[in-house]
């Protein structure tokens, strides 16, 4: 949000000289509220105004990149409290921990394999953390030079010993890693380091309060591109301090104007789990947590894709004709209506089926089967006559239509208006690809 | 540096409803349950009072369930076959709050079951446990109907939750637990503007709407849980924020969305890519169950014995205050 015309004409010199090409101050006010110029059209502008100017024009929440190449990724630049007001933007960094005392080498191999195919997407975990844990900084350093050959994903790097970062940095500075952390020993040395060699800094402070303190020095000692961690590390404060986070980034105040990042705590992977959800879910932007088993990392990756989806997004898809893989005249055709959870269930089913097949999504205003059928938005002479609206019978050399289970009812109608033979199929649409194996497998 | 911690203020509390009755109180529980009553947003302890900790239920059938994932067999599977053994191992073996009986079994489609034998499985699971019970009907409007007023009769005293009333078809079971002084769960098609509404058809026939729990209907992690999840979320502001119509505890159906997912039940061997087949069902039942109390979930009804366990342990450290 930025101020308004008459907000930047009291930050203006007021003489109407006209340098700026417009007849007024005034004019040039309204005319920059509106991004219609520029304000170094003006040579008279104070720098104290300019900066107010500027930081009222900065998003409440800085972007912050880190990596380099094909997984670059950016965080903050978020605008909202909840999703449904707008939408989140930049999904949460997932990043894997793995200690220097660790086979670095090998769990490398196993983060390398993380990416995950589901609808029809890609998913990969973002980053690898690679943790100080020895104490060591040549044995951090060369734990850190493995991680950078390894892989090209994101690198989160874990000491807070200036030392061991420094070493770790000259083998690592230009893949833009996350250094972590900054806290209040050895902040001064960090942001040199963190400035020198243009790398993102979380600052990690002792709670809310303290962590304020921090990045405010941390500012002062002219480093911008920050990830803050407010440093609790219990599930419930972490928790509440995310959430002031992001109601303070909102409301303006600069401190807590970057990205908020936590780190789990529990042991057990599937507690672990379920704390990351919970910090995914308060707007954490980064979590480093420990477990790489692909069982729980699915569903996670799958929970980020949704929350961080555009909830503007219709909730039907358009009616009509879809192929699912290389379809021929001898495929399947399957009918569905066109709410989008449904079809795309569906859709995921058929898919999993792997035999390539055909799905009218059928106009029902966008709600599910049984409520349409219920509506009569899906009954057997609305689906005949899209039938032949789509030409389905040009397409396929058969007459055979598979409908939902649940509106087995509809079969009689359909068939006597159609002409199509009606196959009822599963009622629930994860019994597609047994019910497909049986009846269309070779 | 001067930082004020953002404290909202709001103008309403959302609505605590207890299930379950002790010898005392009419029933046979030995414990109730209490739900809702939050004065903030979801675990925002510093904001204002959240009194009651959410509760997890396990899912029991009174058939054998047909379907349910191979995993299940090692912990259900000599049991499937009496419902109240399930539930008595749901509660002293997994540690589940209450039990959600669904009575599968009077689906036309599967066994067709009488509203006699329906109220047989209730009677069995209430000699089984002492926790209180949540009952849904198979899902069938008009078979449902048939049921619901025997089971609502058998249960008297009990205090159950009984489900699930929905737009098209709310009046016999409301009738029914207005009569013998059950809760409701109140279900929408995830439908924000239908949540409320049948909160306040429920309420034009008298009954009292504190005694409602919305189902607004989830989905699983991947299938549009997104929706579910941002309607918890209006719905739960909204009532901070003065809207009492929507100022009720919710519940979902955890296991019974994400046990029908390919995620959740595909064999490893199908998708290598995907991990372990029984923790992949188990971390998807978690995820959706964790995001959904992140949006005010009262009751998470779950299925696996494994998730139940971390869900309560979460719930343990999100009961936890948060002060400044
Ligand atoms: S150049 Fe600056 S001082 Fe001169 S009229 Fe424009 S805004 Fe005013």
Same mark, same amino acid.
């Not at chain 1, 009822?424 to 649409?429: K, N, T, W, Y």
């Given at each position: 949000?930025?101020?308004?015309?008459?907000?930047?004409?009291?930050?203006?010199?007021?003489?109407?000289?006209?340098?700026?090409?417009?007849?007024?101050?005034?004019?040039?006010?309204?005319?920059?509220?509106?991004?219609?110029?520029?304000?170094?059209?003006?040579?008279?502008?104070?720098?104290?105004?300019?900066?107010?100017?500027?930081?009222?024009?900065?998003?409440?929440?800085?972007?912050?990149? +880190?990596?380099?190449?094909?997984?670059?990724?950016?965080?903050?630049?978020?605008?909202e409290?909840?999703?449904?007001?707008?939408?989140?933007?930049?999904?949460?960094?997932?990043?894997?921990?793995?200690? !220097?005392?660790?086979?670095?080498?090998?769990?490398?191999?196993?983060?390398?394999?993380?990416?995950?195919?589901?609808?029809?997407?890609?998913?990969?975990?973002?980053?690898?953390?690679?943790?100080?844990?020895?104490?060591?900084?040549?044995?951090?350093?060369?734990?850190?030079?493995?991680?950078?050959?390894?892989?090209?994903?994101?690198?989160?790097?874990?000491?807070?010993?200036?030392?061991?970062?420094?070493?770790?940095?000259?083998?690592?500075?230009?893949?833009?890693?996350?250094?972590?952390?900054?806290? /209040?020993?050895?902040?001064?040395?960090m942001?040199?380091?963190?400035?020198?060699?243009?790398?993102?800094?979380?600052?990690?402070?002792?709670?809310?309060?303290?962590?304020?303190?921090?990045? !405010?020095?941390?500012?002062?000692?002219?480093?911008?591109?920050?990830?803050?961690?407010?440093?609790?590390?219990?599930m419930?404060?972490?928790?509440?301090?995310?959430?002031?986070?992001?109601?303070?980034?909102?409301?303006? +105040?600069?401190?807590?104007?970057?990205?908020?990042?936590?780190?789990?705590?529990?042991?057990?992977?599937?507690?672990?789990?379920?704390?990351a959800?919970?910090?995914?879910?308060?707007?954490?932007?980064?979590?480093?947590?420990?477990?790489?088993?692909?069982?729980?990392?699915?569903?996670?990756?799958?929970?980020?894709? /949704?929350?961080?989806?555009?909830?503007?997004?219709p909730?039907?898809?358009?009616?009509?004709l879809?192929?699912?893989?290389e379809?021929?005249p !001898?495929?399947? +055709?399957y009918?569905?209506? /066109?709410?989008?959870?449904?079809?795309?269930?569906?859709?995921?089913?058929?898919?999993?089926?792997?035999?390539?097949?055909?799905?009218?999504?059928?106009?029902?205003?966008?709600?599910?089967?049984?409520?349409?059928?219920?509506?009569?938005?899906?009954?057997?002479?609305?689906?005949?006559?899209?039938?032949? !609206?789509?030409?389905?019978?040009?397409? +396929?050399?058969?007459?055979?239509?598979?409908?939902?289970?649940?509106?087995?009812?509809?079969?009689?109608?359909?068939?006597?208006?159609?002409?199509?033979?009606?196959?009822?199929?599963?009622?629930?649409?994860?019994?597609?690809?047994?019910?497909?194996?049986?009846?269309?497998?070779? | 540096?001067?930082?004020?911690?953002?404290?909202?203020?709001?103008?309403?509390?959302? &609505?605590?409803?207890?299930?379950?009755?002790?010898?005392?109180?009419?029933?046979?529980?030995t414990s109730?349950?209490?739900?809702?009553?939050?004065?903030?947003?979801?675990?925002?302890?510093?904001?204002?009072?959240?009194?009651?900790?959410?509760?997890?239920?396990?899912?029991?059938?009174?058939?054998?369930?047909?379907?349910?994932?191979?995993?299940?067999?090692?912990?259900?599977?000599?049991?499937?076959?009496?419902?109240?053994?399930?539930?008595?191992?749901?509660?002293?073996?997994?540690?589940?709050?209450m039990?959600?009986?669904?009575?599968?079994g009077?689906?036309?489609?599967?066994?067709?079951?009488?509203?006699?034998?329906?109220?047989?499985?209730?009677?069995?699971?209430?000699?089984?446990?002492?926790?209180?019970?949540?009952?849904?009907?198979?899902?069938?409007?008009?078979?449902?109907?048939?049921?619901?007023?025997?089971?609502?009769?058998?249960?008297?005293?009990?205090?159950?939750?009984?489900?699930?009333?929905?737009?098209?078809?709310?009046?016999t079971?409301?009738?029914?637990?207005?009569?013998?002084?059950?809760?409701?769960?109140?279900?929408?098609?995830?439908?924000?503007?239908?949540?409320?509404?049948?909160?306040?058809?429920?309420?034009?026939?008298?009954?009292?709407?504190?005694?409602?729990?919305?189902?607004?209907?989830?989905?699983?992690?991947?299938?549009?849980?997104?929706?579910?999840? &941002?309607?918890?979320?209006?719905?739960?502001f909204?009532?901070?924020?003065?809207?009492?119509?929507?100022?009720?505890?919710m519940?979902?159906?955890?296991?019974?969305?994400?046990?029908?997912?390919?995620?959740?039940?595909?064999?490893? &061997?199908?998708?290598?890519?995907?991990?372990?087949?029984?923790?992949?069902?188990?971390?998807?039942?978690?995820?959706?169950?964790?995001?959904?109390?992140?949006?005010?979930?009262?009751?998470?009804?779950?299925?696996?014995?494994?998730?139940?366990?971390?869900?309560?342990?979460?719930?343990?450290?999100?009961?936890?205050?948060?002060?400044?």
């Amino acid at each position: 949000m930025g101020l308004t015309g008459l907000q930047i004409f009291k930050l203006l010199p007021k003489t109407n000289c006209g340098e700026c090409d417009l007849p007024t101050c005034m004019a040039f006010a309204m005319a920059l509220a509106q991004g219609k110029t520029s304000l170094d059209m003006c040579p008279y502008v104070s720098d104290e105004a300019k900066e107010q100017l500027e930081s009222a024009a900065a998003p409440p929440i800085k972007k912050v990149t +880190v990596g380099t190449g094909e997984f670059t990724r950016a965080i903050g630049d978020e605008t909202e409290i909840f999703r449904h007001d707008k939408r989140f933007f930049n999904e949460t960094i997932l990043a894997i921990e793995v200690k !220097d005392t660790d086979d670095v080498d090998a769990k490398c191999e196993n983060f390398n394999d993380l990416k995950f195919e589901r609808i029809g997407m890609e998913f990969v975990v973002d980053a690898v953390a690679v943790v100080n844990d020895s104490g060591d900084a040549d044995k951090f350093k060369s734990a850190v030079e493995t991680a950078v050959n390894k892989t090209e994903r994101c690198l989160v790097l874990m000491s807070e010993d200036v030392d061991a970062m420094a070493k770790a940095l000259e083998v690592a500075a230009d893949r833009k890693p996350l250094i972590y952390a900054a806290t /209040n020993d050895n902040y001064e040395k960090m942001v040199e380091l963190a400035k020198e060699k243009g790398c993102p800094l979380a600052v990690r402070g002792n709670g809310l309060m303290d962590t304020a303190e921090l990045v !405010d020095k941390v500012v002062a000692a002219g480093h911008k591109d920050l990830v803050i961690d407010p440093g609790s590390r219990e599930m419930s404060q972490t928790l509440a301090d995310l959430s002031q986070i992001r109601r303070a980034a909102l409301r303006r +105040v600069r401190t807590f104007g970057y990205p908020s990042m936590a780190v789990t705590t529990k042991e057990d992977p599937m507690e672990e789990n379920s704390e990351a959800t919970v910090y995914m879910s308060n707007y954490a932007q980064l979590i480093v947590m420990k477990t790489d088993e692909k069982a729980a990392l699915v569903p996670l990756v799958s929970w980020r894709l /949704n929350l961080y989806t555009d909830p503007q997004k219709p909730i039907a898809v358009e009616p009509g004709l879809y192929e699912v893989g290389e379809v021929n005249p !001898d495929s399947p +055709v399957y009918v569905t209506t /066109n709410f989008s959870l449904t079809y795309f269930i569906v859709e995921g089913e058929v898919e999993g089926s792997k035999i390539p097949s055909y799905i009218i999504s059928v106009d029902t205003d966008g709600i599910s089967v049984l409520t349409a059928w219920a509506d009569n938005k899906f009954s057997g002479d609305i689906i005949a006559k899209y039938i032949k !609206d789509l030409g389905l019978e040009e397409k +396929v050399n058969h007459k055979k239509i598979v409908i939902p289970g649940g509106v087995a009812v509809i079969s009689g109608k359909l068939e006597d208006e159609s002409g199509w033979e009606v196959i009822v199929g599963p009622r629930e649409a994860s019994g597609i690809p047994k019910f497909a194996r049986e009846k269309f497998g070779k | 540096m001067a930082f004020n911690i953002v404290k909202e203020k709001y103008r309403n509390k959302i &609505s605590q409803v207890t299930i379950g009755a002790t010898k005392e109180e009419g029933g046979t529980r030995t414990s109730t349950v209490t739900i809702g009553g939050e004065e903030a947003l979801p675990y925002l302890h510093f904001e204002g009072n959240i009194p009651n900790r959410p509760v997890t239920a396990l899912e029991v059938w009174d058939i054998a369930p047909p379907g349910w994932n191979e995993c299940f067999n090692q912990y259900y599977g000599d049991v499937y076959n009496d419902v109240g053994e399930w539930a008595r191992k749901c509660v002293e073996e997994y540690g589940a709050e209450m039990i959600c009986l669904r009575l599968k079994g009077a689906d036309p489609d599967e066994d067709n079951r009488s509203a006699d034998e329906c109220e047989a499985a209730l009677k069995k699971v209430l000699d089984s446990v002492g926790v209180p019970i949540i009952v849904l009907g198979c899902g069938k409007f008009e078979k449902d109907n048939e049921i619901f007023m025997k089971v609502a009769e058998s249960g008297a005293g009990e205090n159950l939750l009984m489900g699930v009333a929905e737009q098209e078809n709310y009046k016999t079971l409301t009738a029914a637990a207005l009569g013998y002084k059950h809760a409701i769960i109140a279900q929408s098609p995830i439908d924000i503007n239908i949540a409320k509404q049948l909160n306040i058809m429920i309420g034009e026939m008298n009954f009292d709407t504190d005694r409602i729990v919305m189902d607004p209907t989830i989905a699983a992690v991947g299938y549009g849980i997104e929706y579910g999840y &941002s309607i918890m979320q209006r719905a739960r502001f909204g009532a901070l924020g003065g809207d009492k119509a929507m100022a009720k505890p919710m519940i979902g159906n955890i296991g019974w969305e994400v046990w029908k997912t390919k995620e959740a039940n595909a064999p490893v &061997s199908d998708f290598p890519e995907w991990g372990e087949q029984e923790p992949r069902g188990i971390n998807w039942e978690i995820v959706t169950a964790t995001s959904l109390l992140c949006a005010g979930l009262n009751i998470a009804v779950l299925r696996h014995p494994s998730s139940l366990a971390v869900v309560k342990k979460t719930i343990d450290d999100l009961m936890k205050p948060n002060s400044y």
